[in-house]
Structure formats: structure tokens, C-alpha cells
């Protein structure tokens, strides 16, 4: 988002890096967009895309739909030179299993689905680890005294 949380936050504590969480229709890609720029803005390193809703599998016969629309996030990828680190399903089993406490990793972890959050993962934590920042002047001055 780009509210005053968001912003407030990556005034006053120290981020690494930001991922970009949007759906296939355009309307929520230039909130993304927005986002996107706030956190250049403010300094703050894109380490993604993550495309969620990208496509529909019907788990009767299996066709596939892309009921929000298709390729937004590669083309905003594209757009602005940050990777596109993965592109989640609509899936009726992420909701319930959520909704029950139990994440789709968590109670299906061999799933095609936790294969790509996995996945996803995988490459936030790469971009992490390659993200060597200075933070020393997010945080007060500690000054030890004997007393």
C-alpha cells in the first residue's frame, strides 16, 4: 500500500527491501505502480513482483482461465527493471487452509502451490542476502556509562 502506515514505517524503521504484491487487473496495478514509486521515493530497494490471482485452474476438468487479466506484472517488471519473483494461483485451498491456520505450505507441502511459494521465497531471501545496508543511522546512539 501506499498509506500513511507504509510510509510512516519505512520512515521510522529500517526495511531491507520492499515486494510488490499486485493482481492482473489494471486498476490494481497502478496501485502497485504507486507503491512502487513510494518506496523508490523514500529510498527503500524493490526486491520484486509477486503477481497473486494470476490464474484459475478449474480442479474439475482442469481449464485454466486468467479471469483478472493477464501478464500486468511481467509488463510492470519490465516496465521498471525489478524482478518478477513468482505468480500465485486463485485457488479455492489457499482461502480454507489460511482461513484454518493451517498455510497451504504448511498442509499441502508438496503441492504445485507450495512449490511456487516456495519458490517465491526462495528468491526474497536471495535479494535479502544480497542487500548489504548500512542501518547504523536508523537506530539511536546507545551510550554506556559506569556508573
Same mark, same amino acid.
Given at each position: 500500500?501506499?498509506?500513511?502506515?507504509?510510509?510512516?514505517?519505512?520512515?521510522?524503521?529500517?526495511?531491507?527491501?520492499?515486494?510488490?504484491?499486485?493482481?492482473?487487473?489494471?486498476?490494481?496495478?497502478?496501485?502497485?505502480?504507486?507503491?512502487?514509486?513510494?518506496?523508490?521515493?523514500?529510498?527503500?530497494?524493490?526486491?520484486?513482483?509477486?503477481?497473486?490471482?494470476?490464474?484459475?485452474?478449474?480442479?474439475?476438468?482442469?481449464?485454466?482461465?486468467?479471469?483478472?487479466?493477464?501478464?500486468?506484472?511481467?509488463?510492470? !517488471?519490465?516496465?521498471?527493471? +525489478?524482478?518478477?519473483?513468482?505468480?500465485? /494461483?486463485?485457488?479455492?485451498?489457499? =482461502? #480454507?487452509? $489460511?482461513? !484454518?491456520?493451517?498455510?497451504? +505450505?504448511?498442509?499441502?507441502?508438496?503441492? /504445485?502451490?507450495?512449490?511456487?511459494? =516456495? #519458490?517465491? $521465497?526462495?528468491?526474497?531471501?536471495?535479494? +535479502?542476502?544480497?542487500?548489504?545496508?548500512?542501518?547504523?543511522?536508523?537506530?539511536?546512539?546507545?551510550?554506556?556509562?559506569?556508573?
Amino acid at each position: 500500500g501506499t498509506g500513511d502506515i507504509q510510509l510512516t514505517l519505512s520512515q521510522k524503521v529500517p526495511v531491507t527491501g520492499a515486494v510488490i504484491v499486485t493482481t492482473p487487473q489494471d486498476i490494481a496495478l497502478l496501485d502497485a505502480r504507486k507503491g512502487l514509486k513510494m518506496f523508490e521515493k523514500v529510498g527503500i530497494p524493490i526486491l520484486g513482483i509477486v503477481e497473486n490471482m494470476a490464474v484459475y485452474c478449474c480442479p474439475n476438468c482442469g481449464h485454466v482461465e486468467h479471469i483478472f487479466g493477464e501478464g500486468g506484472a511481467e509488463r510492470m !517488471s519490465t516496465e521498471y527493471g +525489478v524482478d518478477l519473483l513468482g505468480s500465485l /494461483p486463485l485457488n479455492l485451498s489457499i =482461502r #480454507e487452509q $489460511a482461513d !484454518s491456520g493451517r498455510p497451504t +505450505v504448511v498442509a499441502e507441502p508438496d503441492s /504445485p502451490i507450495s512449490t511456487i511459494y =516456495r #519458490e517465491v $521465497a526462495r528468491k526474497v531471501a536471495i535479494k +535479502v542476502a544480497d542487500k548489504t545496508r548500512d542501518m547504523s543511522n536508523k537506530f539511536p546512539s546507545i551510550v554506556v556509562q559506569n556508573t
